[in-house]
Structures are given as structure tokens and as C-alpha cells.
């Protein structure tokens, strides 16, 4: 058993996502409480070529902990390969294999959701990954409930992940042909969960304390896993837990506070020179601003202007300006001197 399940804890995992949940988010949203940490996917070839673009996709802090790396790849012997370099440069808690992303340049090299079509290739990647790791780390798995309609296979998918080893299996409840329409299937997930020993995390439709509660109790996942609602609030897992733990549901974040992250989360992206230099930096982030800043009022003007920012200044003088517009100096707007 991950220790992370022990003593009836229902853990709040951050679902890894590409260009999104770098090591900088991830440290907010460990602060705003999420208990688990995937890094974003990285490719096993490059890993064993030591790409060094690829290698800085496997970096986390222990303050992130516990942390899992998250491999993608259609080879086992080399995934199991780029999996003990991994553990070599950086003892993750775990390594975590993509067997759902949807996109069409991994579903193309025989990665991602590709390997649902294929479980004679699932397993043989899952069982080379575990034999390579041995007992180093614990391995786990991502997946999605089947390729389209007509294929969910999930349950028959889990069982062949359990035998070749995965020690918890996290499961989007769409196919890859949904990609991200629709509704997330639980019916189906709550039957993986059924149909297996190990933890599965479920993932799909998570927004709030209420739906993290409505999963406890209604279905048999261990654990849960929040993607894209933490993308424009990272304080879901914050407010989770309060909900979770008084069935009462918190105060709104404040505008306030809202911009006091997004100039810290710039700050903190300039700092960490993950995507070049300032400049870079800035404009890697903007899709990332105008997600923060969906629901505010006068949203659309200012995402047009969040859409074109290209330093830091410009982000701090934008959060000035929209809180003194909106609160007439009524409420402290001095968003470029908030701490760090």
C-alpha cells in the first residue's frame, strides 16, 4: 500500500498536465493543499538520450513530495530503461506510466492512450517498467476508460495493470475519442475500483469539496485527481478539505487574493528560468493569466490585454489598475509589493 492511502486518507492528487502543471504550479497548489504530485509527462526516449529539455520536465522539490515522474513511451525495455535514469538523477516517490494522453503526436509514436487499442503492448510496457524499477520506487498508471464508445476496456485494463505490477492506477473517465467533451463516466470508474486490490484515483469532473465528497461516497476510488479546475483555481484542494472536513462551504477566493497569486505565480516562473528569460517567461504564462482570470468581472477586455503582456512590470501594473477600477481604492491594491 502507497503510504499516501494509509489510516483512511482519500488523497488529493494534481493531474499532470503538459505546459501546465510545471514545477513552479505545483508548488502552489501544494501550499493550497493537494496532497500528490505527478509531474508533467516526459518522453522515454528522450530521457535515455538525456535530453537535457526533457530531463528538466522530471524536476520537483521535496517540499513536493510525494512526487511521481510521468513517463510516456511504447517500448517497455526502454521505458524501464528511462525509468532507473530517472531514479538515478532524482528519487521520485514513484513512477507514474501514461497509458491516456489523447494527443495525436503521442497516440502516433505508439504512447499515451494508443497502448488501450493494444493490452498485449500495454502490459508488456507496464511489466518492463516494473521488472526494470524493481522494488526502488513504486510503479503506478494513468488511463482513460477505452479508446472510444465502442472499446471501453478499462476494467480488463486494470486487472492487466494490477498483474504486471502498478501499485495504484489513476483513470480519466473519458475515451480518447472524447478527448475532454462531455461527461466524465464514474459508473466505470467506480467498476475499475471494484475489480482491482489496488488504490485507483479517479479523475474527471472534480470542481469542489461537494464533488470530492459525492466521489467518497459513492464510489470505491481510494483517492481523487483535479486537473484543469486547479488550472483556474488552485485553491480547489484548499477548499476540498475545508469541505471535507466541516461539510461547509468556504468564503470565495477574493479578487484580492486572486491577483496576489497570479503576480506571485509570475514571479515565481521569472525566477525559476524554466522558460528562458523574462520576456519568455511572461509570454509562456499569459494563456495561464487569462485562465486565472475567467469569472472576473470585465473579464474579456482583460484577457485581450493579458493575451499581449511580455514582462513582469506589465502584469503588476495590470493588477494595480483592474483593482483600482474595481474597488475605487477602497481595498489595498499595491499588488507589486506583495511578497513572493
Known amino acids: 500500500m502507497l503510504p499516501w492511502f494509509s489510516n483512511d486518507q482519500f488523497p488529493l492528487y494534481l493531474a499532470p498536465m503538459a505546459g501546465v502543471t510545471d514545477v513552479v504550479f505545483r508548488s502552489i497548489c501544494k501550499e493550497l493543499g493537494a496532497d500528490v504530485m505527478v509531474t508533467e509527462f516526459v518522453s522515454a526516449e528522450g530521457i535515455i538520450r538525456q535530453d537535457d529539455r526533457t530531463r528538466k520536465y522530471t524536476e520537483f522539490t521535496d517540499e513536493q513530495r510525494p512526487c511521481g515522474v510521468q513517463i510516456f513511451g511504447g517500448d517497455g525495455e526502454r521505458m524501464g530503461e528511462a525509468a532507473k535514469k530517472i531514479i538515478d538523477w532524482k528519487q521520485p516517490d514513484f513512477i507514474d506510466i501514461n497509458f491516456g ?110 464533488d470530492v465528497k459525492h466521489r467518497r461516497e459513492t464510489t470505491a476510488v481510494s483517492g481523487v485527481m483535479i486537473g484543469r479546475a486547479a488550472m483556474q483555481n488552485p485553491w480547489v484542494f484548499r477548499e476540498a478539505k475545508h469541505y471535507l472536513a466541516t461539510g461547509q462551504q468556504p468564503e470565495p477566493v477574493p479578487i484580492l487574493e486572486r491577483w496576489e497569486m497570479i503576480v506571485r505565480h509570475c514571479r515565481m516562473a521569472v525566477a525559476s528560468n524554466r522558460y528562458g528569460n523574462e520576456r519568455q517567461s511572461i509570454m509562456a504564462m499569459r494563456s495561464r493569466l487569462m485562465t486565472y482570470c475567467k469569472g472576473f468581472p470585465g473579464a474579456k477586455p482583460l484577457r485581450q490585454r493579458l493575451c499581449i503582456v511580455s514582462s513582469l512590470m506589465e502584469v503588476e501594473d495590470l493588477a494595480a489598475e483592474y483593482l483600482n477600477e474595481q474597488f475605487s481604492g477602497t481595498e489595498p491594491t499595491e499588488c507589486s509589493h506583495v511578497d513572493a
Open 101 to 210: 494522453c489523447p494527443v495525436n503526436k503521442v497516440v502516433a509514436k505508439n504512447g499515451g492512450s494508443s497502448l488501450l487499442k493494444n493490452c498485449e503492448a500495454l502490459a508488456s510496457v507496464a511489466s518492463g517498467v516494473a521488472k526494470a524499477v524493481g522494488d526502488q520506487v513504486p510503479v503506478t498508471a494513468k488511463i482513460r476508460i477505452g479508446w472510444d464508445e465502442k472499446t471501453i476496456n478499462a476494467t480488463d485494463v486494470c486487472h492487466i495493470l494490477q498483474e504486471e505490477g502498478m501499485q495504484a492506477i489513476s483513470i480519466h473517465g473519458r475515451t480518447r475519442a472524447q478527448g475532454y467533451r462531455g461527461l466524465a463516466n464514474w459508473e466505470v470508474i467506480d467498476a475499475c475500483a471494484r475489480h482491482v486490490s489496488v488504490p485507483v484515483i479517479g479523475n474527471g469532473d472534480i470542481h469542489s469539496g461537494v
